[in-house]
């Protein structure tokens, strides 16, 4: 973890909230580890204040518990709660990217394009820590263009919570490549505003990113 930069504007209590959950969910702490206001303070530069309530945040979200005696200890995510989030996916990516077909403007297609050619870029190059970095471009613009906040709130959330499995996903032989083409079937839906398509193939860019996940877990 980096630590917080105090002198930025916004609530401390909350850029400490987000520095841990990134690490939660990244992977960088594990479930079962413990937690100590004491020593995340010192990573973070920050005092016990904010990382107490940071941890209570963290609690509610259901990503760490607290343990008598103990404090608090990383729960994260279980595997069943990645297959629920992909499972819900399929059908909320499928109607953000109808919404996104009807709603779409010019400039949101050539930002939208952009991105996808960087994509098909660093995917030829074998890059795949780019091309997950802009997965996550690609898909919030396609939750903006579909002109719903809180279609928008749910996937966004939800994507940042399976960031690790994403990569798992993406870092599998072949997936960065699979993976920039279906954006480019999505992409060519979109800008051609037909929803039925944009729908069917955003459901099937996530079905297979579930199955390339499980591909991963299995060979280990």
């Known amino acids: 973890m980096e ?3 105090t002198s930025e504007q916004g ?9 841990l ?4 969910l990244s992977g960088e702490f ?5 937690l100590t206001e004491q020593s995340l303070s010192s990573q973070l530069g920050v005092s016990r204040t904010p990382v107490r309530e940071a941890l209570r945040q963290l609690e509610l979200e259901g990503l760490v518990k607290n343990v008598p005696n103990k404090g608090a200890e990383v729960v994260g995510l279980s595997e069943k709660d990645v297959e629920d989030i992909y499972t819900i996916r399929v059908h909320i990516e499928g109607l953000a990217a109808r919404w996104a077909a009807e709603n779409i403007t010019d400039n949101e297609i050539e930002k939208l394009r952009d991105t996808l050619e960087l994509q098909e870029f660093y995917a030829s190059k074998g890059d795949s ?9 690609f898909h919030e613009a396609v939750y903006k263009a579909s002109e719903s906040n809180p ?8 994507h940042n919570n399976i960031q690790r499995a994403r990569g798992l996903s993406i870092q599998s032989e072949g997936r960065a490549v699979a993976a920039v083409k279906e ?8 800008s051609s505003h037909n929803g039925d398509l944009a729908e ?17 877990k299995n060979s280990k």
Request: net charge positive; hydrophobic share 40%.
């Open 3 to 5: 630590r917080i930069n």
């Open 11 to 19: 609530s401390l209590t909350a850029k400490v909230f987000k520095s």
């Open 21 to 24: 959950e990134k690490a939660i």
């Open 30 to 34: 594990l479930p079962g580890e413990s």
């Open 129 to 137: 820590d780019r091309v997950k970095s802009l997965d996550s471009t």
């Open 151 to 158: 279609l928008r709130q749910i996937l966004s959330q939800l």
């Open 183 to 190: 954006h480019r079937k999505i992409f060519e839906a979109i």
């Open 200 to 216: 069917k193939e955003a459901q099937t860019h996530i079905i297979n990113a579930k199955q390339s996940l499980i591909n991963a």
